[in-house]
């Protein structure tokens, strides 16, 4: 069986899945939500410490509540670099994937292949690790990370297409 389907790229489609849930969001996202309360609260605390100590001359107060805001600082601002340098990087996807002039898939016995202008992504049913179908995307990662959103195809074929990964998943003992 091989069925190939016409693929059209639109960037809020695309951002409404890799940015669900605050993912790009530096101050309230999944990964830095938490050390960004820490800090805030730490500065509150240590800025408290400071109106005490510095007054009453309490030296090791006022470094160690410093020097511990300076450590926390450090943890958010590993984080959120990290978030910065995933949303760049997802940037520079949809950048790439705007150049292209045509988008197919193509989902068979063998595999799932996305051929974009030229240049085809064979990703074997086997080598699937993880993938989530949902009614609004379906993703995929293996030796290479698919996302593949509803608006991006045409009519009901998204709906064809899910039954056909899910299908197939099922039958090679992968993730579904």
């Not at 005490?52 to 160690?64: L, M």
């Not at 940037?91 to 068979?108: A, G, I, P, R, T």
């Not at 030796?143 to 009519?155: R, S, Y």
Request: net charge positive; aromatic share 14%; with cysteine.
């Amino acid at each position: 069986m091989r069925e190939e389907f016409d693929l059209k790229f639109d960037r809020k489609d695309f951002q409404r899945i890799y940015f669900r849930n605050n993912a790009g969001s530096l101050f309230f996202g999944p990964t830095t939500k938490k050390a960004f309360a820490v800090f805030v609260i730490v500065l509150v605390v240590t800025t408290g410490l400071s109106f005490y100590a510095v007054p009453n001359e309490q030296d090791a107060i006022f470094f160690i509540s410093w020097a511990l805001l300076g450590l926390i600082a450090m943890n958010y601002a590993k984080k959120a670099g990290a978030v910065s340098r995933w949303k760049k990087s997802i940037q520079l996807f949809f950048k790439e994937e705007e150049n292209f002039k045509s988008m197919k898939l193509v989902v068979s016995d063998a595999g799932i292949a996305i051929l974009r202008d030229d240049k085809e992504v064979f990703e074997d049913w086997k080598d699937i690790q993880k993938s989530e179908i949902t009614p609004d995307f379906i993703w995929l990662e293996g030796k290479v990370h698919t996302v593949l959103p509803a608006g991006a195809f045409q009519n009901n074929d998204f709906d064809r297409v899910k039954k056909s990964v899910d299908k197939f998943l099922k039958e090679k003992g992968c993730c579904a």
